[in-house]
């Protein structure tokens, strides 16, 4: 889908630190594209013209569309929620027949952001993009601190209706949804499509998912062609954490789940297939081998396998793949390990380092914030130290210190963790004593 950065729409202001989010899709929109096109044409073209007329009434600045979505900011809640109400009630009183019906859903939530050259970047707008991401067609959802600062001040017939605690994909802490009803439209959704209702292990993540979003499309490109696909690279280099990432993008895509089977913690080859029956949760039969087991449990089921850490297992993990990937047709494995499994019909995926500045001399905090690396060391140093902030006067400094740790994520993180105790320049210098820091 094409991506379009915007300038702002006449007398809107663009909005800095705390931001209220509101994001929107239109559910289904592909197969209607595929199946109306020309009227389809028409419908997106009403479609923008009432949203982008409700979010210029509430002061909201639209600054990106993807396809048919868009990623709008606020200065303040109140207007990024009377938006989302107008904008439900304005598409509900359309005619969308001519493509079997048109709906959007909606996401809004708080937080702080990083405002750069028209678009924003954060862990808050991550937040909302998987908050809308988990709705259905003409709903609006909220996330629990948007819900505390819009409760007292509510669109007319408007009530809000608590939906508990739901994992979202990007595998971090719960998040509390609420859902924003509008009186007279439809009220009653399906369950979200949170990590909650899909069937998976995927173990919740103590940081942010930052530097890699290219190589997720690319590792999802893959794996729609590859059934066996290895991510393969040196230890700290981020093969576990995209992994994960990847399979919560696709749970929507294997109706039988996607299963985390962690082969680090495993010494004994023979454990393997043991541990992979009890990871997918399969009740092992005491007249059959395990490794058989699973291949012919597998066997009718659309699954995605994640087995991370495979090197030092690559001969017991070669045979329980290849016989998995023989008996069952729907199942498509992803592994990560330092080499190949080297086995018949394995693509091999070499994971690079993040991205780094060829030129470091003169780099402003705005251009280094757009490499993964230094996003990456911005990001969890101000997690480790609240007061951080990447400066024009430290970016290149940092820019270096990811260089020189060859912009693998581990080596980052773990410097990042000591500007707590240590200033940049200090850091940079100590870096000289590599293996005392």
């Known amino acids: 889908m094409a991506t379009q950065l915007n300038s ?36 997106v073209k009403r479609h923008d013209a009432l949203l982008r007329d409700a979010i210029e009434r509430r ?76 709705g259905h067609g003409g709903q609006i959802l909220l996330s629990s601190v948007t819900r505390d600062l819009a409760a007292s001040d509510l669109p007319n ?12 994909k990007d595998l971090t802490d719960p998040e509390h949804v609420w859902q924003l009803s509008i009186a007279g439209l439809p009220a009653e959704f399906p369950t979200l499509r949170s990590l909650d209702a899909r069937p998976n292990n995927l173990p919740i993540q103590r940081t942010s998912f930052v530097g890699r979003e ?27 954490r995209l992994a994960l990432h990847v399979g919560a993008e696709l749970l929507d895509s294997y109706p039988d789940g996607v299963w985390f089977v962690d082969l680090a913690p495993i010494s004994d080859p023979e454990l393997v297939s043991s541990v ?23 066997k009718p089921k659309k699954l995605l396998v994640i087995f991370d850490n495979c090197e030092h297992l690559l001969e017991p993990m070669a045979q329980l793949v290849t016989s998995i990937v023989t008996s069952a047709p729907q199942v498509a494995i992803l592994t990560t390990s330092r080499q190949a499994l080297d086995i018949t019909g394995e693509t091999a995926h070499r ?27 911005a990001n969890r140093a101000a997690a480790a130290d609240t007061r951080f902030t990447l400066t024009d006067d430290t970016a290149p400094i940092v820019a270096e210190i ?33 293996f005392r820091i």
């Open 214 to 240: 290219h190589d997720v499309a690319d590792v999802i490109e893959l794996l729609e062609r590859h059934r066996l696909l290895t991510l393969v690279g040196s230890g700290g280099i981020g093969k576990t």
């Open 351 to 377: 994971l690079p380092s993040l991205p780094l500045p060829a030129d470091i001399a003169g780099l402003t905090a705005d251009a280094a914030l757009r490499y993964g690396a230094i996003l990456l060391f």
């Open 402 to 434: 990811c260089k020189r740790l060859d912009g693998i994520p581990l080596a980052i993180e773990l410097a990042a963790a000591r500007v707590k105790v240590l200033s940049i320049p200090n850091l940079a210098q100590r870096l000289n004593e590599r």
């Open 59 to 134: 002061n909201g600045y639209v600054f990106k569309t993807v396809g048919d979505a868009f990623c709008v900011a606020f200065a303040r809640v109140s207007d990024a929620v009377a938006a989302a109400s107008e904008a439900q009630r304005a598409l509900s009183e359309q005619d969308f027949s001519s493509v079997s019906g048109l709906t959007i859903r909606i996401g809004v939530h708080v937080g702080e952001a990083a405002e750069r050259q028209g678009d924003y970047f954060g862990p808050a707008v991550n937040r909302v993009a998987r908050l809308m991401s988990v």
């Open 157 to 168: 017939g408007a009530s809000l209706l608590d939906l508990g605690s739901h994992r979202l």
């Open 8 to 43: 702002g729409q006449p007398g809107s202001a663009r909005p800095t630190g705390t931001v209220a989010f509101l994001f929107t899709d239109i559910e289904g929109s592909t197969q209607r594209w595929e199946s109306h096109r020309e009227a389809m044409d028409d419908a």
């Open 276 to 298: 992979t029956a009890r990871a997918l949760g399969m009740r092992q039969q005491q007249d059959q081998r395990v490794d058989e087991a699973i291949a012919l449990w597998l």
